[in-house]
């Protein structure tokens, strides 16, 4: 899998722990992460994400729920991330190649779908503040989708009073990466049309 889609599906910061938090701190922390998830529609941000390495690009996030979502990078990285309410697709301009991979594949079905239980799959972390949640999902069933440490910080006017800082990915081989959302912005209005892309392969819409 392509690096960059691997980091946007698969990704704690310097304050999450790796051991559980205790349960009755858990279970109100992680009512409201549900809250949150459920509260929100849509969401835009800026992201940066950094590998391993420690290089970093960026880009704009655009997340509308339920299933659709789009990661445009900015710079000279000439990528492109669509989730269309089924799958995600990647577009690389540069070699004029597309890839496709089923949402239910990733951890990421965690962000794009509202109704998802994520006190099934995910798993409430220490932190070193009362003003970070982190909850670290993945699918016992299948290791091979990877991880995604979800991060939210206390912010009053975030739905549930707490906003998504980012997400760490790490895929079936440890690698490690980073992301990091600026400027978010909850419930706005954003068209479906936002989530479409050409086709380098051919002219037109998909």
Same mark, same amino acid.
Request: aromatic residues 8%.
């Given at each position: 899998?392509?690096?960059?889609?691997?980091?946007?599906?698969?990704?704690?910061?310097?304050?999450?722990?790796?051991?559980?938090?205790?349960?009755?701190?858990?279970? %109100?922390?992680?009512?409201?992460?549900?809250?949150?998830?459920?509260?929100?529609?849509?969401?835009?941000?800026?992201?940066? @994400?950094?590998?391993?390495?420690?290089?970093?690009? %960026? %880009?704009?996030?655009?997340?509308?729920?339920?299933?659709?979502?789009?990661?445009?990078?900015?710079?000279?990285?000439?990528?492109?991330?669509?989730?269309?309410?089924?799958?995600?697709?990647?577009?690389?301009?540069?070699?004029?190649?597309? @890839?496709?991979?089923?949402?239910?594949?990733?951890?990421?079905?965690?962000?794009?779908?509202?109704?998802?239980?994520?006190?099934?799959?995910?798993?409430?972390?220490?932190?070193?503040?009362?003003?970070?949640?982190?909850?670290?999902?993945?699918?016992?069933?299948?290791?091979?989708?990877?991880?995604?440490?979800?991060?939210?910080?206390?912010?009053?006017?975030?739905?549930?009073?707490?906003?998504?800082?980012?997400?760490?990915?790490?895929?079936?081989?440890?690698?490690?990466?980073?992301?990091?959302?600026?400027?978010?912005?909850?419930?706005?209005?954003?068209?479906?049309?936002?989530?479409?892309?050409?086709?380098?392969?051919?002219? %037109?819409?998909?």
């Amino acid at each position: 899998m392509n690096k960059y889609l691997t980091a946007i599906i698969a990704a704690p910061i310097a304050l999450v722990a790796t051991a559980p938090a205790p349960a009755q701190q858990s279970s %109100g922390k992680m009512d409201i992460v549900v809250q949150h998830m459920k509260s929100v529609g849509t969401m835009t941000a800026n992201f940066t @994400q950094t590998d391993g390495a420690g290089r970093s690009v %960026g %880009g704009k996030l655009l997340l509308k729920r339920p299933g659709h979502v789009r990661f445009e990078y900015t710079g000279d990285t000439s990528l492109l991330i669509v989730a269309d309410g089924k799958a995600l697709t990647m577009i690389d301009y540069a070699v004029r190649q597309v @890839q496709r991979w089923p949402i239910k594949n990733s951890p990421l079905t965690a962000l794009l779908d509202p109704g998802q239980d994520l006190r099934k799959y995910g798993k409430l972390q220490s932190t070193s503040s009362d003003k970070v949640i982190s909850v670290e999902v993945r699918d016992p069933s299948r290791p091979e989708y990877g991880t995604m440490t979800f991060t939210f910080t206390k912010d009053a006017n975030a739905p549930s009073g707490y906003t998504l800082y980012g997400w760490v990915a790490l895929d079936s081989k440890n690698n490690r990466t980073t992301v990091r959302l600026a400027n978010v912005k909850y419930n706005v209005a954003i068209s479906d049309k936002s989530f479409n892309w050409t086709d380098p392969r051919r002219r %037109g819409r998909k």
